[in-house]
């Protein structure tokens, strides 16, 4: 039994409602948001480009799936890149490459085997916001498609999250 409801991974309906939740809190503020994905490879992307009038408001994203491509183009230096440092160049990279002043980052570990000595499940988040930048852990629990839903899911609430705050 799961007692935490952010723990629970959410139904596909439910992340399409978050992201139209998010697809009219854009519109209504003006935001212009982008993405980052490693783990996630496109998931995130392919949700949130199926939201109400995403050509309006969402930028596009960089899937970054290999070391070589964060270093190079989200300038994330060089070391591991399930971190906290990767995630924060990739969201701040993004941001600027898209023009974004809302951006999504997602560095993370699925599993079944450890990478950079990162249990699986281990997920960073960064988040760009209007010119500031940081960065949350998580670790989520299952098999890797566990992992990758709870990882969008968790990525779209950030956005959703900030989208209410921004211009507050």
């Known amino acids: 039994m799961i007692s935490d409801p952010d723990d629970r991974v959410p139904t596909e309906d439910e992340v399409q409602e978050m992201c139209e ?5 854009a519109g209504e503020k003006e935001l212009t948001i982008a993405t980052a994905e490693s783990l996630t490879a496109g998931n995130l992307a392919s949700q949130l480009g199926r939201a109400t009038d995403s050509g309006d408001w969402y930028c596009g994203g960089v899937i ?4 070589e ?5 989200l300038k994330v230096p060089e070391g591991p890149v399930v971190s906290e440092e990767a995630a924060l160049a990739m969201a701040r990279s993004t941001a600027e490459l898209m023009g974004a002043n809302l ?8 599993g079944p085997e450890p ?6 499940g281990t997920v960073w988040f960064g988040v760009f916001d209007h010119g500031s930048v940081e960065a949350t852990k ?4 299952g098999d890797p498609p566990d992992v990758l839903a709870a990882t969008v899911a ?3 609430r950030i956005l959703v999250d900030r989208a209410k705050s921004s211009g507050e």
């Open 21 to 25: 939740q998010l697809a009219k809190l």
């Open 64 to 67: 970054a799936y290999r070391k």
């Open 69 to 73: 491509v964060k270093y190079s183009l």
């Open 103 to 110: 951006a999504v980052a997602v560095t993370g570990e699925a």
């Open 115 to 120: 990478q950079e000595d990162k249990e699986p």
């Open 138 to 141: 998580r670790v989520f629990e």
């Open 154 to 156: 968790a990525s779209v």
